[in-house]
């Protein structure tokens, strides 16, 4: 999830490093208790002298498991394998589960930073964070972002000192 240390740069140093909110967890785990729920119902009431029993609890467990690997365990995956890496040089994303996809927006780059709340979101202090930057993708929208305000100004504060030529706070 975050940068080893061997890979930053001299005079580099971690700012914030951070998963998507935990709110995207919330479908998952209701799922989770959902397919648990009717699978164990599903098994209770297969009756135990169906000639079939054998074979349909063994149906019953095999469809559970594929819903629960569909609907649970692969968004926990996805939340988990998803990194923010905010340095004093760079901003790093970084995505997948068995494919790795890493972006870096450099903090020089950066032009203007911009955040989104819903009413709900304003409660679980999350959001939607926009980062405008001078390369080929120009804006970036990151949603779920956990303690919007903190990292916005971190963010902002980072670009401000690179603009004046600050980097590290020097």
Known sequence: MTIPDHHLTQGERRVRSFHPHWKRLIVPFIALVLIALAS?????????????AFYARIAVVVVGLILLTIWSFVPYLRWKN???????HRFTISTGVLNKSTDEIPITKVNTVSSDQTFAER????????????????????????????VRTDLFRLVEDASDGELDGR
Do not use: K, N
């Not at 998803?82 to 004093?88: E, N, R």
């Not at 999350?126 to 305000?149: F, M, Y």
């Open 82 to 88: 998803t990194g923010y890496v905010l340095t004093t």
């Open 40 to 52: 164990g119902a599903a098994l209770y009431f297969i009756p135990g002298d169906f000639e079939y």
């Open 123 to 150: 409660l679980l202090g999350c959001g939607t964070l926009t980062v405008e930057s001078a390369g080929d993708r120009g804006e970036i929208v990151l949603r779920d972002i956990p303690r919007i305000q903190d």
